[in-house]
């Protein structure tokens, strides 16, 4: 999402150098154990991050981690924790410009494993699950003030009752395309906040180091290379 996350990112490549900016599109390119890789900012939302999605697919991308951030949804996720997706609950409108509502946003195996394996070496707390993806942040956030606030209420509690972890606004339209371009998708998040334990009495600060989320994505694409390396890929 962040042009900044972009420069922050590539900090952990091996000579990474700024290839181009372009509104919210800063992409860095550099290796990983001698294999090239790159990190774009997407810019908020899916419209933004279909046309990056699409745009370095043309130029030779396979593999795409996302990493953002999220507001935590159940009790259990807490600001700071990671959440690792499983599949998305397909709220938002970019991803049905590809695909009907009924195909299902998920993660591809082998990225999700390395994401857990990574999490897990790296001892970050983290959730592995559902999460939500809107268009709208402020009609999630502030539901009360809109007018349609009373059916907003009535979605935003089945996703928690169904055990949704997290509400972000990419990832679906990620794993969409992922599917439809055969591309291996993955998507972890930081925990920023959780609103529903402020409702329930919790207040804690907002968390917003993405560092631990970064480290866990770059300890992932390591292992998916060497996975890639020895299978002669």
């Known amino acids: 999402g962040a042009p900044e996350r972009a420069e922050q990112i590539a900090r ?30 997407t810019g908020v939302g899916g419209p933004s991050a279909s046309i990056a999605i699409e745009e370095l697919v043309m130029v030779g991308a396979d593999t795409m981690i996302r990493v953002g951030t999220c507001g935590g949804m159940q009790q259990e996720v807490l600001p700071g924790d990671l959440v690792l997706s499983t599949g998305a609950i397909r709220a938002e409108g970019t991803s049905a410009e590809y695909l009907p509502v009924e195909f299902p946003a998920v993660a591809h195996p082998a990225v999700l494993s390395a994401l857990c394996s990574a999490a897990d070496k790296l001892g970050f707390r983290h959730h592995v699950g559902v999460v939500h993806c809107k268009d709208s942040f402020y009609c999630e956030t502030e539901f009360t003030r809109m007018p349609m606030h009373e059916e907003i209420a009535r979605r935003w509690h089945t996703w928690i009752a169904g055990g949704c972890l997290a509400s972000e606004m990419e990832t679906a339209v990620l794993y969409i395309l992922g599917s439809m371009l055969k591309l291996r998708t993955g998507s972890l998040c930081l925990t920023v906040s959780n609103k529903e334990r402020e409702q329930a009495g919790c207040f804690e600060p907002a968390v917003h180091d993405t560092e631990p989320a970064i ?17 002669g890929c």
């Open 12 to 41: 952990h490549f091996d000579r990474p150098r700024l290839v181009a900016s372009k509104r919210e599109f800063v992409t860095y390119t550099g290796f990983l154990d001698d294999v090239p890789v790159s990190v774009t900012s």
């Open 215 to 231: 480290c866990t994505a770059v300890e992932a694409l390591r292992s998916l290379i060497h996975a890639d390396k020895q299978r």
